[in-house]
């Protein structure tokens, strides 16, 4: 009986370790659960303050973008300080009015043998001419919408070959534009022609 005894004391002995090792191992379990999600939670927290700071640093280098953009345009709008100067177009103007003014507006910017006429190519001239072809059924208005366009954002990287259509369309045979101005010639231009 005593042998009976021993083999029930160490069975229910080891029912309670086992039972202690399950409900241990179901402590550990459900911490490492909690744990985990802890863990998820605070990741998603620092990935959220992560984009907060990326778009607060966005906005800073947007603004900064802008006040450069500003003093750029600064820059080069100053060279027309002091310049008024009419074109004589308005709404009623032709297609041919109008490109005889572009035209002459490239006269600032390119290199050629001779050039008759010049008009300055300010913001407040671009901005006129665009606001009129903009308005227009010219025949060629799609081309001269596109330069138009790129003359407001600055980019004169086509200017040789915008000067070279109108003096095709006015079928020149002197003064085929063949290559830019450098930015010194440019202003010395502008001091001889109008000021």
Do not use: C
């Given at each position: 009986?005593?042998?009976?005894?021993?083999?029930?004391?160490?069975?229910?002995?080891?029912?309670?370790?086992?039972?202690?090792?399950?409900?241990?191992?179901?402590?550990?379990?459900?911490?490492?659960?909690?744990?985990?999600?802890?863990?998820?939670?605070?990741?998603?927290?620092?990935?959220?303050?992560?984009?907060?700071?990326?778009?607060?640093?966005?906005?800073?280098?947007?603004?900064?973008?802008?006040?450069?953009?500003?003093?750029?345009?600064?820059?080069?709008?100053?060279?027309?300080?002091?310049i008024?100067?009419?074109t004589?177009?308005?709404?009623?103007?032709?297609?041919?009015?109008?490109?005889?003014?572009?035209?002459?507006?490239?006269?600032?910017?390119?290199?050629?043998?001779?050039?008759?006429?010049?008009?300055?190519?300010?913001?407040?001239?671009?901005?006129?001419?665009y606001?009129?072809?903009?308005s227009?059924?010219?025949?060629?208005?799609?081309?001269?919408?596109?330069?138009?366009?790129?003359w407001?954002?600055?980019?004169?990287?086509?200017?040789?070959?915008?000067?070279?259509?109108?003096w095709?369309?006015?079928?020149?045979?002197?003064?085929?534009?063949?290559?830019?101005?450098?930015?010194?010639?440019?202003?010395?231009?502008?001091?001889?022609?109008?000021?």
């Amino acid at each position: 009986m005593k042998k009976t005894q021993k083999v029930l004391l160490i069975s229910i002995i080891s029912a309670v370790a086992l039972f202690g090792v399950g409900v241990a191992s179901f402590k550990i379990m459900e911490n490492s659960n909690e744990y985990e999600k802890a863990q998820l939670v605070m990741e998603a927290r620092e990935a959220k303050e992560q984009i907060k700071r990326e778009r607060e640093d966005e906005k800073i280098e947007a603004k900064r973008e802008a006040k450069a953009k500003a003093a750029e345009l600064e820059a080069k709008t100053a060279i027309y300080d002091g310049i008024e100067f009419e074109t004589g177009l308005d709404e009623g103007s032709t297609e041919t009015e109008v490109m005889d003014v572009m035209h002459k507006m490239t006269h600032q910017k390119v290199r050629s043998q001779d050039k008759w006429g010049a008009i300055p190519m300010s913001p407040k001239i671009i901005e006129e001419v665009y606001k009129i072809v903009d308005s227009s059924d010219f025949q060629h208005r799609d081309r001269l919408l596109s330069i138009a366009v790129r003359w407001r954002d600055f980019d004169f990287s086509t200017i040789v070959e915008d000067h070279n259509f109108f003096w095709q369309d006015k079928e020149g045979t002197v003064g085929k534009a063949h290559g830019t101005l450098s930015r010194a010639e440019e202003v010395e231009f502008i001091e001889v022609n109008f000021k």
